[in-house]
């Protein structure tokens, strides 16, 4: 009998996340109830600010520390962000509309982001800085400075922890796996919003 595609692609999976009878890192984070039980910098941290970016920092009240399945962090993580930020008022007609200031689907994009894209191998942890006027997110590096560029010239994607994808909702991939970044400038761009800034710092990755 030959396997079917399905039948392959679901063994795949099970590579993926499973070694000799184990959870591999990337099981950890996709299934784990706890990740940073097993892996130190499994988490993510969230501090609010009231102060706006670049002024001198004003922390309100003590950070907040998620360590879940990676689906559930993604989807909690967003909420909380979202709930800090600051809305804007619409009009249309009588009716008023509260909105975030930065779109829900370009809020989860980056949490998504954060949480694929990262160095499990590092001991560091995602940290989100939510301000009176934006938010920053910074994880553990995969890739270098050079790749980095190389990557934003050729508008070419790389997927360091690919397994992790399948245990993901639609919702949280609606970048096509891949092309986040581009769809995060593209939308801010057609809102007319600031430009968002994406960098590595530092020469090599965490």
Request: glycine share 6%.
């Amino acid at each position: 009998l030959q396997d079917s595609p399905m039948i392959g692609l679901n063994k795949n999976i099970l590579k993926s996340i499973t070694h000799d009878g184990s959870l591999t890192i990337r099981g950890v984070i996709a299934l784990s109830k706890n990740p940073v039980d097993y892996i130190e910098g499994a988490f993510i941290e969230i501090q609010k600010y009231e102060n706006v970016l670049g002024s001198p920092p004003s922390p309100i009240g003590t950070s907040i520390k998620l360590s879940k399945p990676a689906g559930i962090l993604i989807d909690e993580t967003t909420q909380i962000v979202l709930q800090n930020l600051p809305i804007e008022r619409k009009y249309e007609g009588a009716k008023m509309i509260e909105l975030p200031v930065i779109p829900i689907s370009v809020i989860r994009e980056v949490i998504t982001n954060s949480v694929v894209h990262r160095n499990y191998r590092s001991n560091e942890h995602i940290r989100i800085r939510i301000f009176a006027d934006c938010f920053d997110v910074s994880n553990p590096a995969v890739i270098s400075e050079k790749i980095w560029q190389d990557m934003l010239s050729s508008h070419s994607t790389y997927h360091p922890n690919e397994g992790l994808y399948t245990f993901l909702n639609s919702k949280q991939l609606y970048e096509g796996k891949g092309e986040g970044i581009w769809k995060i400038k593209g939308e801010l761009e057609r809102l007319r919003k600031i430009e968002p800034e994406f960098k590595v710092i530092g020469d090599l990755p965490s």
